[in-house]
């Protein structure tokens, strides 16, 4: 399998202007993707921030089960402040307004003992396409951030104000190498990665043999996948979705595009990928 690497140089200038602006801030929100939150964190961003605090989002909560439940306790384990939520719920938006404000509580106390009324400002950055932008819509009350489905849509700064506080949202940023591919390849699944760099035939055939390790009902259920090798299962993802070209031979291709279409909407359901050993090497 071809490994992942993918900082195109916009990604670049990404780092540099969020270098600038970090004296412009009070504190960092950096968003995971709650399916894979040690694949979606970037070491790189938590390096740059420095002695800013931080809290850790893990959005797309409604997309994940009960074992990124887990992977959130575990951050918390490290010390690090953190919110699983669902970002196109609404009743999320107090959740997330009150994490921000706990971590300048203490700034803004003191701002109001001299009698200023303080708008902190806070950064949010992450891997791309976990949710930054709709995050920041959330809490704004308005789609005011440009959001997208895929990959690399944010790419230059935005301040959007939201009650209290301002954000500035960020061109989502991927470190420069990826030292563990099975995490690089749950990044690929979820949509992080641009999808023009990826082999999909690797990325397909590698996404049913994890999802059939760890939920093999779910695929038994939506395609009949029993088992076999990954290309065994892919033939059965296109019999069930009749994706047969003239003469009865499969259409790999349109089913390698319905299966991680599938995953990325959560039609095949709620669906955690890392696991707490993923989270073990990670300093949040």
Not at 67 to 77: A, F, M, Q, T, V
Not at 221 to 247: D, H, I, N, Q, W
Request: some cysteine; overall charge positive; aromatic content about 6%.
């Amino acid at each position: 399998m071809k490994n992942i690497q993918w900082f195109p140089g916009h990604m670049t200038a990404a780092m540099r202007m969020m270098e600038q602006n970090l004296k412009l801030v009070d504190g960092v929100v950096f968003v995971l993707d709650s399916r894979c939150p040690a694949s979606s964190f970037n070491p790189k961003l938590k390096k740059l921030v420095g002695q800013k605090p931080v809290l850790y989002v893990l959005g797309k909560g409604d997309l994940a089960d009960e074992r990124s439940d887990i992977l959130l306790s575990k951050i918390k384990e490290k010390g690090a402040a953190a919110v699983k939520v669902n970002a196109v719920n609404a009743g999320s938006r107090r959740n997330i307004a009150g994490a921000i404000e706990n971590l300048v509580a203490e700034k803004r106390g003191r701002a109001l003992e001299r009698g200023q009324n303080k708008c902190f400002r806070f950064m949010v950055a992450g891997v791309p396409n976990t949710g930054k932008s709709t995050l920041i819509n959330l809490l704004a009350g308005s789609k005011r951030a440009q959001t997208g489905d895929k990959a690399g849509v944010t790419r230059g700064k935005q301040w959007i104000g939201c009650g209290g506080f301002e954000l500035l949202d960020t061109p989502g940023t991927m470190p420069p190498a990826f030292e563990n591919q099975t995490l690089a390849r749950r990044l690929a699944y979820v949509g992080s990665i641009n999808d023009d760099i990826l082999d999909l035939d690797d990325i397909a055939l590698a996404l049913l043999e994890e999802l059939f390790t760890k939920y093999p009902q779910r695929l038994l259920a939506r395609y009949g996948v029993e088992g076999g090798s990954p290309l065994e299962m892919l033939e059965s993802v296109c019999k069930k979705r009749g994706f047969l070209l003239r003469g009865g031979e499969y259409d790999y291709e349109r089913g390698e595009r319905a299966l991680i279409d599938d995953f990325r909407k959560g039609k095949l359901g709620r669906i955690t990928l890392d696991g707490v050993s993923d989270m073990e090497n990670l300093s949040f």
